[in-house]
């Protein structure tokens, strides 16, 4: 049986593993997505740029999104707001499966997505520093703690 603390460290991690799993499960996608939310008019190599370019986008809002969580995990605690980041995962992957497509709305659905990949950015953000720091602040006055401080710097 695990201790409470290594229960929370597996389950910290196992939560992070998977919501990059889900952050990244998009490229395996992208022909499907490039059909559904883009002109049909276009080529494909132009749907593909469109697809990548808003993937792309997911991973340039992190490093902003890292500043504005670490400052609210150090007002509200490292807990709270690893359960927020999880939700803000789980949310928009949930919406991005009830997206309308390009012939239900047109112009909207491509900045439906796009808006939902940047609340998935925001939340990776969140997803590796969070457990991390929760575990080792379970377990103070090991030799993590120094590592656990430098590992997104």
């Known amino acids: 049986?695990?201790?409470?603390?290594?229960?929370?460290?597996?389950?910290?991690?196992?939560g992070a593993c998977l919501e990059y799993f889900e952050f990244?499960?998009?490229?395996f996608v992208a022909v499907s997505i490039s059909l559904a939310f883009?002109?049909?008019?276009?080529?494909s190599w132009v749907k593909q740029v469109q697809v990548f370019g808003i993937f792309a986008l997911g991973y340039m809002v992190?490093?902003?999104?890292?500043?504005?969580?670490?400052?609210?995990?150090?007002?509200?605690?490292?807990?709270?707001?690893?359960?927020f980041t999880v939700l803000l995962m789980s949310i928009p992957t949930f919406a991005m499966g009830m997206l309308p497509t390009y012939a239900m709305v047109g112009w909207m659905a491509p900045?439906?997505?796009?808006?939902l990949r940047v609340l998935q950015g925001c939340a990776?953000?969140?997803e590796l520093p969070g457990p991390l720091c929760l575990s080792v602040s379970m377990q103070r006055g090991t030799v993590w703690d120094f590592p656990a401080a430098c590992s997104r710097a």
């Open 1 to 14: 049986m695990l201790s409470k603390e290594n229960r929370n460290l597996f389950l910290a991690s196992l």
């Open 24 to 27: 990244s499960v998009y490229v």
């Open 38 to 43: 883009f002109p049909p008019g276009a080529s």
């Open 62 to 83: 992190p490093p902003i999104a890292g500043i504005i969580i670490a400052h609210y995990a150090d007002r509200i605690g490292c807990k709270k707001l690893f359960i």
């Open 111 to 115: 900045a439906m997505l796009l808006f």
């Open 124 to 126: 990776v953000e969140g």
